[in-house]
């Protein structure tokens, strides 16, 4: 990863994380991906008084990079949030990222004050479930 990407990276989920919605956790986070073709889309979280229906800043993020340039494959990802400390994405968020992240993927997290820390992905979410183990069932010897 060149600090240049993790520059922008930070850069779009600051800029993201000023639009967030959110009223009920007074926590506001900030995401952005970065694709194998170097393009950034960057996302904030959306709360809604229905809990469950709220939308994370990462599942934002990867809506934007999916609506404008369709599936691709994520070599990085940053999650920014507006307390002193980082914060890692939640458990789903690792497996919304699972969906697209590159077999060398790097996850930052930044808080609002310093720099980012970096992890590498398959470290983030180790024994991600993923297309393998789907494909992988769906063949008749599955042993069911």
Same mark, same amino acid.
């Given at each position: 990863?060149?600090?240049?990407?993790?520059?922008?990276? @930070?850069?779009?989920?600051?800029?993201?994380?000023?639009?967030?919605?959110?009223?009920?956790?007074?926590?506001?986070?900030?995401?952005?991906?970065?694709?194998?073709?170097?393009?950034?889309?960057?996302? *904030?979280?959306?709360?809604?008084?229905?809990? +469950?229906?709220?939308?994370?800043?990462?599942?934002?993020?990867?809506?934007?990079?999916?609506?404008?340039?369709?599936?691709?494959?994520?070599?990085?990802? @940053?999650?920014?949030?507006?307390?002193?400390?980082?914060?890692?994405? *939640?458990?789903?968020?690792?497996?919304? @990222?699972?969906?697209?992240?590159?077999?060398?993927?790097?996850?930052?997290?930044?808080? *609002?004050?310093?720099? +980012?820390?970096?992890? +590498?992905?398959?470290?983030?979410? +180790? @024994?991600?479930?993923?297309?393998?183990?789907?494909?992988?069932?769906?063949?008749?010897?599955?042993?069911?």
């Amino acid at each position: 990863m060149v600090q240049d990407d993790a520059t922008r990276l @930070l850069r779009a989920a600051r800029e993201a994380i000023v639009h967030a919605y959110a009223p009920y956790s007074g926590f506001p986070v900030g995401a952005a991906v970065l694709t194998g073709a170097g393009d950034i889309f960057a996302g *904030c979280n959306v709360e809604n008084a229905a809990y +469950p229906l709220g939308l994370c800043a990462e599942a934002a993020a990867l809506g934007a990079m999916v609506s404008a340039v369709g599936a691709q494959r994520v070599r990085a990802a @940053l999650v920014v949030t507006a307390r002193r400390h980082p914060s890692w994405p *939640c458990g789903g968020c690792r497996q919304r @990222l699972q969906e697209f992240m590159a077999q060398d993927a790097i996850v930052y997290a930044a808080g *609002c004050e310093g720099e +980012p820390i970096s992890m +590498p992905f398959t470290r983030l979410l +180790p @024994l991600a479930f993923g297309a393998t183990d789907i494909a992988s069932s769906m063949r008749p010897d599955h042993g069911l």
